[in-house]
DNA sequence: GGCGCACGTCACGACAGCGTAACAAATGTC
DNA sequence: GACATTTGTTACGCTGTCGTGACGTGCGCC
């Protein structure tokens, strides 16, 4: 639920076994390919919270994967960390220009690698790395479960919950109904979409304390937007 | 279980004697092998709480006893500190990529070795290092198998010892019925997720004092925490 | 052997939380 | 201002989850 999904595109099969291992141990839920079009569906599929590529693959070159990952409308802000077997400075320009996250060297420790993706996480999405985030008045533990609002504890309800901790992700982007569907309910369940309404009055109802705004903002036509800052 | 169970991998017998000696007067349970194949018996047959491992030692290289460590699934995450007579660099990488935590080269004093020990104990599992853990009004002494609140005694069996442990090991933090059945029962023990509930119900009933609110919070739809001070 | 203890499982009941529909209110359009 | 569209709000039935008591079993101890 909470432990963050890696992607790992490896085709050394042993690093690959190397890097699953150690990063299960860490608690993340690792699928691992050795091939770029596999890589690409299950991207697809089930999106990552982060991949890892390997540079060289069979199938699709990584330069190749990583730009149709940015492609795909369900995978392009997912953040990328290419490895790679050269240090070779041309390959580094080319791997970030692509719109990779970071950059790791081959040989590398699996302690570095993991240190690595917990940076790239807590800089893109703090609540994967089990770290607090905080909106204006708001605050969010995921680890602890836990909702604060200047302090004082605020009872939530397990979607209402998933609800705030995505709006909580991006402060202040505006998300559909069906966005926020796809985000907090899941991307295959069929639910209606005015049923976002009712969740949301929900959180509203939740969060609300006298003498404070309400920080969910209705964009008419648009959907829903928690107020950054 | 309440000493620390060491496994000690050495080839060199005096030396080996000495940490033996030492760590048995800091109140460890070591057990000694000079065989890598040994090694694996006797982690296999009794768990280790962690491992010190020669790296060169005769019938199966440490690197190689390390791997095999962690490809069985109970032995997966005991603690390696791995003692090596060569500061090389390019073991040190290829020692941690195999899943060691910590590392010492030869020659070290017994005090360093004792003090590393403690520090991986600490992080891995803080009760392990015989500390007696605090969160809010409840005290577990893990030596004495012991806990109180408010000061007075409570009666407990050894699930829900363990139970409250894991728990005070990671105080408010949330964990679902699942990781608490890998947590406390093990991994790979295929017992009911439901009977997770009972032992919760019973170790609220072992802690219950009247007068003072229940401090194991459920988090409906996601598992159990133990309220953090 | 008899006893007590701790354990794992089950079944039942309670209820929180969910999704939906229906109606009220607000907002935008002409 | 009249109308259409979008959103807010409420009520309601239903499902899934949780708490709880009871039961059978295995094990060690006396």
Redesign the interface.
Known sequence: ?SAPKLLLVEDDTALAE?VE??FR?EGYDVRTTDDGDEALLLAAEDTPDLVLLDWMIGGTSGIEVCRRLRRNKSTAHVPIIILTARSDEDDRVRGLETGADDYVTK?F???ELIARVGAVLRRVRPALAGETITVGDLAL?P????VTRRGQAIKI??TEFRLLRHFMEHPGRVFSRGQLLDAVWGSGSDIELRTVDVHIRRLRQAIAIPGAADPVRTVRSAGYALEGV
């Not at 680890?143 to 836990?146: G, M, Q, S």
Request: proline share 19%; glycine share 12%.
């Open positions: 639920m190397l291992y150690r141990g040989p420790s699996p302690r533990d680890t602890a479960h836990r309800g397990p």
